[in-house]
């Protein structure tokens, strides 16, 4: 008998998390890397994330960090309706950077599967003035031409 009693109360504490989740939010991105390719240093790039509320609940934005004083983020929207969408724009100031880079935002939602996202930017940053023996490169490209004195 005790055993009937302890299944039926596991059987129901599941349905009630199933249940509890049914009405949820589910944060969905679209990419959770950004890639923006080849920047000068001292350039700021620029990349936007799109994510929706796939669930069925308000999904709500509760915060949004950044991993270093040289990338900011903002968000369209704190809270996103069941089945809309909102937007992410995370900048990097690459003054003083040179190399491949990657920053990364740490998102932080009511979503209960999804309570933090972390989303990745990465870029290359090009020196603005290169001196190597063989001249000074500027960082000024027109095609396939580069300025620089020899």
Do not use: W
């Not at 998390?17 to 679209?30: E, H, K, L, M, N």
């Not at 934005?61 to 089945?83: F, H, Q, W, Y």
């Not at 290359?124 to 003035?129: A, L, S």
């Amino acid at each position: 008998m005790s055993m009937r009693i302890a299944c039926l109360i596991l059987i129901s504490a599941g349905m009630s998390v199933v249940f509890a989740q049914a009405g949820a939010p589910s944060i969905v991105f679209d990419a959770g890397v950004g890639n923006l390719g080849r920047l000068t240093q001292g350039e700021t790039g620029r990349y936007v994330f799109t994510f929706s509320n796939k669930g069925n609940g308000l999904l709500e934005i509760l915060s949004v960090e950044t991993t270093c004083g040289c990338t900011i983020a903002g968000l369209s929207a704190k809270k996103i309706p069941a089945g809309k969408s909102a937007r992410l724009e995370a900048k990097i100031n690459t003054a003083g950077m040179t190399g491949s880079v990657e920053k990364h935002v740490l998102v932080k939602t009511n979503d209960p599967r999804h309570r933090e996202v972390e989303l990745t930017v990465q870029a290359v940053v090009e020196p603005e003035i290169e001196m190597s023996d063989y001249g000074i490169f500027f960082g000024i490209t027109f095609g396939a031409l580069s300025l620089a004195l020899m």
